[in-house]
């Protein structure tokens, strides 16, 4: 379990801490419960979304669990250091839906002396890195990687495929469009995609189009 750092009161310096995994890894869980200690602890705590992100309330972070807590939804990242005067900790929800300048925001809240937690896929449907979560994981003091339990094998669960049939990059969704997967369950279901989209041709097919050829 991630402990809170102790702070030297001669050095104040805050630092970051990123949660990833994929799709129902508990990442918003851990990030409501490190959020509702430094509200216990009597700390100012301020809790941002991406204002895109609708699909629970747009005034609060919400796990699948059903855990919540009261946030703020702003259109870009650039709109969190005004809103976060004063804080003590920053909490940053679904980070990779931000801007590339959320990297830059979480690390001028950090050297301020504010605890900045940021929660966020760390890779997108493709299995590739997503958006700014990279650059955050690489530049924060803390990393904690959050796993699934694989819907097919039992496994952990490193990946999240989509089961709905779009390309755009992002797409808000539940169990309805999204299942965890193992490394192994997802290189299965890709190359069972694949297959499905090769344009395979039978015999007659081929006899045919050999045919119409030589006319």
Not at 54 to 69: G, L, M, W
Not at 95 to 106: G, L, M, N, P
Not at 160 to 187: H, Q
Request: hydrophobic share 40%; aromatic share 8%; charged share 30%.
């Amino acid at each position: 379990m991630f402990l809170e750092n102790t702070v030297n009161q001669k050095e104040q310096f805050g630092w970051i801490e990123v949660i990833c995994g994929s799709m129902f890894s508990g990442k918003t869980e851990e990030l409501i419960r490190r959020l509702k200690r430094a509200q216990f602890a009597r700390q100012k705590v301020e809790i941002f979304t991406p204002s895109l992100d609708t699909r629970y309330a747009e005034d609060a972070v919400t796990s699948h669990d059903s855990n919540k807590i009261r946030s703020t939804p702003v259109p870009a990242a650039a709109n969190i250091p005004i809103l976060a005067d004063n804080c003590d900790v920053v909490g940053i929800d679904e980070a990779q839906f931000f801007d590339d300048e959320i990297v830059k925001v979480c690390n001028d809240l950090a050297n301020r002396g504010v605890r900045v937690i940021v929660a966020g896929l760390d890779m997108d449907y493709k299995g590739n890195p997503f958006g700014p979560m990279p650059a955050l994981m690489a530049t924060a003091e803390y990393v904690t990687k959050v796993h699934a339990v694989c819907t097919r094998t039992g496994n952990l669960a490193h990946y999240s495929y989509r089961k709905a049939k779009s390309e755009a990059l992002v797409l808000l969704g539940e169990t309805e469009e999204y299942e965890p997967l193992s490394r192994a369950a997802y290189y299965k279901v890709q190359l069972r995609d694949k297959v499905v989209k090769l344009d395979v041709k039978d015999a007659e097919e081929i006899k045919d189009e050999k045919a119409s050829r030589q006319d």
